[in-house]
């Protein structure tokens, strides 16, 4: 059974909070303040690095015992917040067209775009680390594969004639993720030899390079959006992803223990299901008592109540239920 690693959880909170934010900011403000491109599309990308990492185990794992692993910790938990949120959802937005469509909509992995293509892409994953015997060049190549066919299939800046417009079960985005699930696990496969590099000059060379690229995403006023997959400059893309996950990687293992962002790591898959509905529920309170945006105060505001509730149903359904809650110290 092996334990659960610090900066993992540190990264997955610092990764949630993002998302968090980006959300209090769409439903407080009414539309984004600090650019999507800066930010939200590389804490997406760290959240399947993460999952691509933890899929390396110290001892042999099956591949029953990993697909029953993704029903149980993922499956289930899509279905039971899915089906849990869909009739709150129906009284905030006043909006009822019978419970047939809803159902719909849950069952075609369309309530959480970013559950489903973690379910998705972890499966495939798991399939081709048994297919492929763990062999990192023939997982890379088909790494490579999934990564193209996604702007082919899922890129609706510019649909190909190949779009999947359907998108069933976000496999258009499972693509992509397929890729990030890779890089992780080759970085794990590869990490005692990169913690032996100089990593304070690695840290530095990540910045400058994300530096430059955020600034030409900024200058061309680029599309980078990751669900649904949504750009302007594919190649851009992939490489702001890469670059701002690898730069996140190298600083989060230096970092001291911080609590409230390894609490909030480690109970990131209830956040992201309340992602978006707290924000609202706290904007919709904050507009009733006239606590309207006025500027960055009264944004940070927002947020802090935002995270606080959202840790409390979070603290909630991790103490009082075990829909979500894992054995005390495994990884997942």
Avoid at 79 to 86: M, N
Avoid at 112 to 133: C, D, M, N, P
Avoid at 180 to 202: D, N
Avoid at 312 to 322: E, K, M, N, Q
Wanted: glycine share 6%.
């Amino acid at each position: 059974m092996e334990k659960r690693k610090l900066w993992i959880d540190q990264m997955r909170g610092l990764c949630m909070i993002t998302i968090l934010w980006f959300h209090t900011e769409m439903y407080f403000v009414g539309s984004e303040v600090t650019p999507y491109a800066l930010y939200v599309q590389d804490a997406l990308a760290g959240f399947f690095f993460l999952s691509g990492y933890l899929f390396r185990r110290d001892e042999p794992e099956s591949l029953r015992h990993r697909l029953s692993s993704i029903f149980r910790w993922l499956v289930v938990p899509y279905f039971f917040f899915t089906t849990l949120i869909a009739i709150p959802k129906v009284f905030v937005y006043g909006r009822y067209d019978g419970l047939l469509p809803i159902a719909g909509k849950i069952l075609c992995g369309h309530a959480s775009w970013f559950v489903a293509a973690l379910i998705v892409a972890e499966v495939l994953f798991a399939l081709s680390l048994r297919l492929f015997r763990g062999r990192l060049l023939p997982m890379g190549l088909l790494a490579v594969a999934a990564m193209v066919a996604a702007h082919f299939v899922g890129n609706e800046y510019a649909p190909t004639p190949l779009y999947n417009k359907t998108n069933f079960w976000s496999a258009n985005e499972a693509l992509l993720a397929f890729f990030f699930l890779y890089a992780g696990y080759a970085y794990h496969c590869y990490e005692k030899a990169v913690e032996r590099q100089p990593w304070r000059w690695i840290a530095v060379a990540l910045l400058l390079m994300l530096v430059v690229l955020k600034a030409l995403i900024l200058r061309g006023d680029e599309k980078m959006i990751f669900g649904t997959i949504c750009t302007s400059c594919y190649p851009l893309f992939i490489l702001d992803m890469m670059v701002a996950v690898l730069l996140m990687v190298t600083i989060v293992k230096r970092l001291p223990r911080v609590a409230f962002l390894e609490w909030t790591g480690s109970h990131s898959l209830v956040y992201y299901f309340f992602c978006g509905g707290v924000p609202l529920v706290v904007s919709m309170a904050l507009e009733r008592v006239g606590f309207a945006y006025s500027g960055p105060l009264s944004l940070a505001v927002a947020f802090v109540l935002v995270y606080l509730l959202a840790t409390a149903v979070a603290f909630l359904f991790y103490r009082y239920t075990t829909i979500v809650r894992r054995p005390a110290g495994v990884s997942g």
